[in-house]
């Protein structure tokens, strides 16, 4: 029981780092097409500034978190994915360097230098998560001992590339829809015009995608023994067409909210498909990390749950209210201030 | 070279280039937060002009921290997953709860400081400075217990084979991890204080901003003055304790190898780690390291010779290391206390400025020297007394880890030159002197 609780509240913190950290990795990604002066870039940046930190915490929680609910999950995972974590932690870092020191120095090399790194330290880690997430889906060859026996080319297959693109998508129309939540005019406009246009490719990707998990995993398997647990791809599509709705209506606040929705959706339809299993061995079945097999002692689990259950709410809490107070457009009298981006 | 080595390395590599930027987050967010409830109080504009003076050259240092931190947290999965299998019921709950309970709490609110500037009353603002100093703290406190715990391992029960967490309480509040917070966060403080003494000279031997940096001056020097003698007090606490917890790293400390009583601490000593003796020892000081472990002359002090020669720290690095932490630990007071009856003739002693400006990079480089120690001292073993290092490594390749190494060395460097160079620049150029207007008119 415990371990199925912690099973589902792991789910849920990747679902919301993903939810959060997002919009920020597909609006970094986004961000040379969409500024296309020094004045709009900085607005981009800016529009990130109170939030990417906060957000990028969340990764530190589900990381934290799966090593001290699911040691035996951390350990395996983390080493069978060295290579494309080791990417993912060098993308973040530039990433982070971009936002703080971009601004500091005027030069042009100095600037254009650093908007290559933001857009490069969003744009791997966008892909490679959903490339993570699919060969999770897909499995992985470990052995016994819970070694992995592949390479990195493993790793990259039709199926994870295809996840790949997913999440990119995901996060790009996610961090598009956010600028169009705060700009305005003509960089709010050019943000509107590319969610519409990423918004097709990812019905297609994700069409592609539902159907190639059919034949690459058994993720469906949990679906059919449990009918009702279509509703959550269910709530997906339909999320997902009501982004297009509220796009249509120039309702960009409506339509950041349902794509945190589809985001939301799509990460728990991946983990109530794969569960208990946490780490699917190619290799075979009986070598599969489970919710249980991985799990830590119980009294961790229940030290865990009273600390995750008084703290993560209070978190919630926190950081709702700064979203509340930086929910203003940012305008060029903005980037005036001594911190601004 | 094998997995192992160059997974030491690397780990080595990311914690000295993720402790260049952590001590600055603990101290100077105290700081500041200072400062700025300083101008709450007196309103006076100085204070809040130091907060932000202070505040630009803390944020550059903070992101660095930030980041580094993260690859810190993953690589026990990604380097060292044996371990993270071994100790995942007790280590993984603590790196989870500094998570949950203080990193968010640091890294949601820096964002409020910065932007919050003119979107909230000064006092809300002030509280998030507050809150980001109180954080960053509570964040260091969890990880040193962590640390603390593969240093003297305690509050649990082996079950199938792996230690499982059985007293949360007795592994949060051992004596090891209290007096480890109080040694790191006193480092962490001198760092602080010579930074902000350091700058501080800069300009007053320049003499120019006036008051500003006199002040400045001020509030380093108590925080220094403070902190590096009580670092003192605390490290002597600290070496006795060691000689229970760990004799070996305690006998490397002084490289002492016969068990003795009246254990003598040399002026001058070089370890031959081959032959378990040293080849060089002059200057003996009888009953010494006796009274620094057990604070009497007659006590035992048991010698790395009756610890298996497989079980013994790498000497010669642990003892180097440890006495020039010392020295300078030593140095640093020193030169606090006489800065202490300088503090009002300071603009006629450019001398003591001088020397104080070269100073900043001694404390950061004392700490280094303080985990060297501390992580050298504990091998072979990797949870003392339980897991040894070498069983703990990834089943990764070496080409994996040597690629990972070489981009952890190439990128921490240019970020390093980055982030160092743009702190100097704006600590040069010192406070703003107006502030920026603020246009209501739209802007090209």
């Not at chain 1, 897909?138 to 819970?146: A, K, L, V």
């Not at chain 2, 930074?195 to 509030?219: C, D, E, P």
Request: hydrophobic share 55%; with cysteine.
């Amino acid at each position: 029981m415990l371990e199925t609780i912690w099973f589902l509240l792991w789910g849920i913190l990747w679902a919301l780092y993903f939810m959060l950290d997002g919009f920020d990795l597909g609006l970094g990604t986004l961000m040379p097409f969409l500024g296309k002066n020094d004045t709009e870039r900085r607005i981009i940046y800016n529009t990130m500034g109170p939030f990417w930190d906060g957000n990028e915490v969340w990764l530190i929680t589900a990381g934290g978190v799966t090593f001290a609910a699911f040691p035996g999950t951390y350990a395996v995972l983390f080493s069978a994915f060295y290579s494309p974590l080791m990417i993912i932690l060098f993308a973040l870092i530039i990433r982070a360097a971009a936002f703080e020191f971009r601004g500091k120095l005027p030069g042009r090399a100095w600037r254009s230098l650093w908007d290559g790194c933001l857009a490069l330290g969003s744009f791997v880690p966008a892909l490679l998560f959903g490339v993570a997430f699919a060969n999770i889906f897909r499995g992985i060859p470990i052995d016994g001992e819970g070694v992995y026996q592949g390479s990195l080319f493993t790793l990259l297959n039709l199926y994870s590339l295809l996840g790949g693109l997913l999440f990119l998508l995901l996060f790009l129309v996610h961090g598009a829809l956010w600028l169009a939540v705060k700009s305005e005019g003509i960089l709010q406009q050019r943000a509107i015009r590319y969610a519409k246009s990423l918004w097709l490719l990812l019905v297609i990707v994700a069409v592609l995608f539902l159907a190639h998990t059919w034949f690459e995993t058994d993720l469906y398997h949990n679906y059919r023994l449990i009918p009702a647990l279509f509703l959550i791809p269910l709530c997906a599509v339909l999320a997902l067409l009501l982004v297009r709705a509220y796009l249509s209506q120039k309702t960009c606040v409506k339509a950041w909210f349902a794509s945190c929705l589809v985001i939301i959706c799509v990460t728990l339809f991946g983990v109530m498909g794969l569960y208990p299993n946490m780490l699917i061995s190619s290799m075979n079945p009986a070598y599969n990390l489970t919710a249980f097999n991985a799990a830590s002692s119980p009294g961790t689990l229940k030290i865990m749950l009273v600390v995750a259950l008084i703290f993560v709410p209070i978190v919630i809490l926190y950081q709702g209210w700064v979203y509340l107070l930086f929910r203003h457009k940012v305008h060029t009298e903005d980037l005036q201030s001594d911190e601004a981006y | 070279m094998d997995v192992l080595f160059l997974s030491r390395l690397q780990f080595a590599v990311a914690t000295y280039f993720h402790f260049l930027f952590v001590p600055l987050t603990l101290g100077l967010s105290l700081l500041i937060a200072i400062m700025q409830s300083l101008h709450l109080r007196t309103g006076n504009e100085e204070y809040r002009a130091m907060a932000k003076f202070w505040g630009k050259l803390f944020l550059i240092n903070f992101v660095i921290g930030v980041v580094t931190g993260i690859t810190l947290e993953f690589q026990f999965g990604t380097n060292w997953s044996r371990y993270s299998r071994y100790v995942g019921d007790i280590f993984g709950p603590l790196l989870a709860i500094e998570a949950t309970v203080a990193f968010f709490l640091e890294s949601t609110f820096i964002a409020v400081w910065a932007f919050g500037w003119k979107r909230l009353s000064a006092r809300v603002h002030t509280l998030s400075i507050w809150l980001v100093a109180i954080a960053s703290n509570i964040s260091a406190l969890w990880i040193l217990i962590a640390n603390s715990w593969m240093q003297s391992p305690v509050g649990f029960v082996v079950k199938k084979g792996r230690p499982v967490l059985n007293d949360l309480v007795a592994v949060v509040t051992q004596p090891y991890a209290i007096l480890t917070i109080l040694h790191t966060l006193a480092a962490a403080y001198v760092v602080t204080a010579f930074f902000v003494m350091g700058i501080s000279a800069y300009h007053i031997l320049r003499k120019q901003h006036g008051s500003f940096f006199l002040r400045s001056f001020r509030m380093g020097l108590i925080l220094g003055l403070i902190s590096s003698l009580f670092v003192l007090a605390e490290g002597h606490m600290h070496a006795a304790m060691l000689a229970g917890a760990q004799p070996a790293k305690m006998a490397a400390l002084e490289t002492h190898w016969e068990t003795s009583t009246y254990a003598p601490v040399y002026i001058l000593a070089l370890p031959d780690q081959e032959n378990a003796r040293n080849s060089i020892q002059i200057g003996a000081i009888p009953g010494a390291l006796s009274v620094l472990a057990f604070h009497t002359p007659s006590a035992e002090v048991k010698g790395l010779r009756d610890i298996p020669a497989g079980e013994r720290p790498p000497v010669a690095a642990v003892f180097f290391s440890f006495r020039l932490m010392i020295t300078l630990g030593l140095l640093f007071a020193l030169l606090t206390i006489v800065a202490w009856f300088r503090r009002n003739k300071l603009e006629s002693s450019p001398w003591l400025l001088r020397i104080l400006l070269y100073a900043i990079p001694f404390p950061y480089v004392t700490c280094a020297l303080g985990w060297t120690v501390t992580e050298l001292g504990r091998q072979p073993w990797i949870v003392y007394g339980l897991m040894k290092t070498g069983d703990a490594v990834s089943p990764v390749a070496a080409s994996q880890v040597g690629t990972s190494l070489v981009a952890f060395i190439l990128v921490y460097s240019l970020l390093g030159i980055a982030a160092f160079g743009l702190m100097a620049r704006s600590a040069r150029q010192g406070p703003q002197r107006t502030p920026v207007p603020v246009h209501s008119g739209k802007e090209a």
